[in-house]
Each structure stands twice: as structure tokens, then as C-alpha cells.
């Protein structure tokens, strides 16, 4: 059946020029109100907050124009990247965005794997982290144990240990008055919160099934350049090599489970089984990550999460989340619920982007603290979990997998290191086979 289409229907991702351009949708008359409030809680009494960016690629930068988005009070003065092209660029998009809140001079631009010890030390209130997500565990335990703020993207962490340590980091920030604010930016969308408010008042009844869908084309391809040594390639490249990205379902998937998450109230599920595999994105700058995932989760209760991961060209693209009750259904995306109790949402457009930054910096400001930790790392885990399965081919349990040791990364990442994965003769890399990779 035909049906009108709403101006909500089709929720799109601001591009990084989009981000930058960004000055403060959400924020306007009703931010003004909110940099009066606690203006001792931050900063030892300064009406400066400053941030330090680490992770200078397109959504560390989009963060950064974010986090200034939040109030004219928000300074950068730190940025830090493997790579002193990124910062430079970064840097000068930022500028031209926000030329009054950028003071970030040439000291205070650094560059290598110590970059983020040298943000925190360089006088920031808050650290926003946007690296290559492996590395986002030991950087938020870095930033905690400074006493600093954190905002760190998804996914939270790529194998166990990883998962492990956010859990700890987010629990010594709680002790610490500390906020901590995940990336998973689809819980500070409006419409999402109102639709997902009456699904968890029991507009639909009972959750029976959900299922989770995100196929799209591969993101952000980068070419090898003949100057570029292995290592240094597989880095700028790091969303198509498991052992930096977690694979695409760490990447893009978990946006779509992390809603499923939401709707079952953070509660885990008690196993999963999977497929996956790569059938059509062939050629090196793939790396040695999955271009097609197929998981089903079960919980406790016996509701299960079907989730649908594809990153292809030329294939039938959608991102959505279908949540189906005793009671009645829910169009997650389009706001929209079916049954006894159908409802729409029709209220105002928002940027999750700027939302969650500004829930971060109100959380300062009124020295009321947000920690997003509980859900950021077990929605992160629901990630780390499917890939487990895909990659073995085995049913897993969240049991098992929560004390297992299985790690993706090595421990000591260097720009001299020899990667852990390498092409052969024709530039392939070898990816998992499931029913023989072991995790």
C-alpha cells in the first residue's frame, strides 16, 4: 500500500561538510539559558571549557564543530593523529568554522601514537576521541584516569578486553563526578527518544522480534600510495582492516543494534549465531574485512534481534528498525507506531550530532554528571559478539564471550611494527573462514 511521504520518512547523516557548517541548530535561545548554569562546575570556575580532539579524520572533526556547537564557551586547544597531514586539515576546517573558538597553535598539534597523552596534558576539560576504534578503550581509561570529561565514538571497544576495560573506565568516572558520552548519537535523536519512550511504556505490548537493518555501499575507501609503507597504509585505511575497525559490523551495524539494545532496555541476550563472509568487494583496499553479515540474537524472554549487515555497490540499500510486539509495531525510523495504540511523531528535525554534545556540555556546566557506559560498551559487545560468531561460524553465548580473551589488537602498536595481517603476491588479504578462524 501507497502511503504519503512524511518529511521525517527518511532520516539522512549529516556529511562531514554538513557537520562543519553546523552552527548550532539545536542550540539557539534555549543554550543561551544554559551557559549561566554552574559556571564553577567546570574548568576550576573558568566560563572556558576547553576540549582536545584525538583523531583528527572526518568524524573526529565533526565532533570537535559539535562539541563547539554546544555553546560559545567550548574552546579546542588540543588536536592529536598519527598523522600530521590530518591534524593540519582538520585544523583548518575547523577554523573556517568556528575561527572564535579554535586555538589550537602549532605546540599544541600532536602527532603519533603519544597523542593523546599529550592532549590530556595540555590543560583540556574534555577529550573527544575519533581514532581508529581500537584504540578507543586504552584512550577513554587515559582520559578517566586524568580526571577528564570523555566523548568517545563507536564502538567502544573491538574484542573482550576491550569491552572490559570501557566497563572499568566508566565505572572510575562515576566515582570521579566525570562525564562520559557515547557516539552511538542515534539515543539523543528526538524523534527516536519519543517513539522509543512509548515502546518502552508498552505502547506495542511485549517485544516479540526485531529486526536490524544496515546495507549500504563500503565506506571510505582509501587508495594505497607508493610512499606509504605497509603499516602506515593499513592505518590510513583502518575501517576495512578487522584488527583497527572490528569489521563493518563494529562500524555500521551497531547503530542499528544499539536501537534493538534500547528497545530490550540494555538487558544482553543470552546468545547468538551468525554468517558472513565477503562475496563482492574484492581487491586490496577492501583489507581483510566482511562485505556481508547475518546474525539473530536471543534473549532470555525468547525475543530474538534479527540483524542485517551488507557494505556492497551496485545492491539494495536500507537502513531501518522494525520492533514487533504483542500489542502492536514500530517503524523506528519513521517515529511511526501501529496497533492499539498507533501514534506518529511530528515534531522538529534534530541533530543527534550536536544533541549528544550538548547533553555532555550541560552535564559540565551544571556539574551534574551523564555517563553513557552501561549501554555504549554492551551495545558495542552485541558487535563484538556477532563478529565472534561470523568468523567462527559458531553459536556463541554473551556468557562465554564477556570473560573470553580473544583480542583483535596487538597490545604494542607502533608506525615501525610489522601488521598483523599482510597481502599476498596479487595484494589480497586473507579474511576469516568460518568453521576454521578460531576466537
Known amino acids: 500500500m501507497s502511503e504519503s511521504k512524511h518529511p521525517l520518512d527518511t532520516p539522512q547523516k549529516p556529511s562531514r561538510r554538513e557537520f562543519l557548517k553546523a552552527s548550532g541548530v539545536v542550540v539557539g535561545a534555549a543554550m543561551a539559558g544554559n551557559l549561566a548554569l554552574g559556571r564553577s562546575a567546570h574548568a576550576a570556575g573558568s566560563d572556558t571549557i576547553k576540549i582536545g580532539l584525538v583523531g583528527c579524520g572526518g568524524r573526529g572533526s565533526g565532533a570537535a564543530a559539535n562539541a563547539m556547537n554546544a555553546g560559545p564557551d567550548v574552546r579546542l586547544i588540543a588536536m592529536a593523529d598519527l598523522f ?37 596534558a595540555s ?3 574534555v577529550v573527544l576521541i575519533a581514532t581508529a ?8 581509561k587515559a582520559a578517566i584516569d586524568a580526571g577528564k570529561h570523555a566523548f568517545a565514538e563507536k564502538p567502544h571497544g573491538i574484542d573482550p578486553p576491550g569491552i572490559r576495560s570501557v566497563l572499568e573506565s566508566c565505572e572510575q568516572a562515576k566515582k570521579k563526578n566525570l562525564s562520559v558520552v557515547s557516539g552511538l548519537c542515534w539515543r539523543y535523536h528526538t524523534g527516536v527518544q519519543e517513539t522509543m519512550k512509548r515502546i518502552l ?18 565506506y571510505r575507501l582509501v587508495e594505497r600510495r607508493p610512499e606509504w609503507s605497509e603499516i602506515e597504509y593499513q592505518f590510513r585505511n583502518w575501517y576495512h582492516f578487522n584488527w583497527l575497525s572490528g569489521d563493518d ?45 547475518a546474525l539473530v540474537y536471543e534473549y532470555a524472554n525468547g525475543a530474538k534481534m534479527f540483524a542485517f549487515g551488507r557494505a556492497q555497490n551496485g545492491c539494495h540499500d536500507e537502513v531501518s528498525d522494525y520492533i514487533l510486539g504483542t500489542k502492536g509495531s514500530a517503524n523506528l525510523l519513521k517515529f511511526r507506531i501501529e496497533g492499539e495504540k498507533a ?32 549501554y555504549a560498551a554492551r551495545s558495542s559487545m552485541l558487535a563484538v559478539i556477532g563478529e565472534m560468531s561470523c568468523y567462527s561460524g559458531r553459536e556463541i553465548t554473551w556468557e562465554d564471550a564477556m570473560k573470553s ?8 602498536c607502533r608506525l615501525d611494527m610489522q601488521p598483523p595481517v599482510k597481502p599476498d603476491a596479487a595484494g589480497i588479504y586473507p579474511v576469516a573462514i568460518p568453521g576454521v578462524t578460531q576466537v
Open 249 to 293: 559490523i563494529a562500524q555500521s551495524l551497531v547503530h542499528s543494534m544499539d536501537k534493538a539494545a534500547w528497545a530490550m532496555k540494555d538487558e544482553p541476550p543470552v546468545k547468538v549465531f551468525g554468517q558472513g563472509g565477503r562475496s563482492s568487494s574484492m581487491g586490496s583496499v577492501f583489507g581483510n574485512v566482511f562485505d556481508h553479515h
Open 201 to 218: 511504556d508498552g505502547a506495542i505490548g511485549e517485544i516479540i522480534a526485531i529486526q536490524e537493518t544496515y546495507m549500504r555501499s563500503p
Open 343 to 374: 501514534w506518529r511523531y511530528e515534531g522538529p528535525e534534530a541533530n543527534m550530532y550536536d544533541l549528544e554534545h550538548v547533553a555532555l556540555f550541560d552535564a559540565i556546566r551544571s556539574g551534574k554528571p551523564i555517563n553513557n557506559g552501561t
Open 133 to 140: 576504534s581500537a584504540f578507543h578503550p586504552q584512550y577513554l
Open 123 to 125: 590543560g583540556v576539560d
Open 84 to 120: 600530521d597531514d590530518k591534524i593540519k586539515s582538520s585544523r583548518e576546517e575547523l577554523r573556517k568554522a568556528k575561527p572564535d573558538q579554535v586555538a589550537v597553535d602549532d605546540e599544541h598539534c600532536f602527532v603519533g601514537f603519544d597523542g593523546c597523552k599529550n592532549v590530556i
Open 405 to 412: 580473551n580473544y583480542q583483535v589488537c596487538p597490545a604494542d
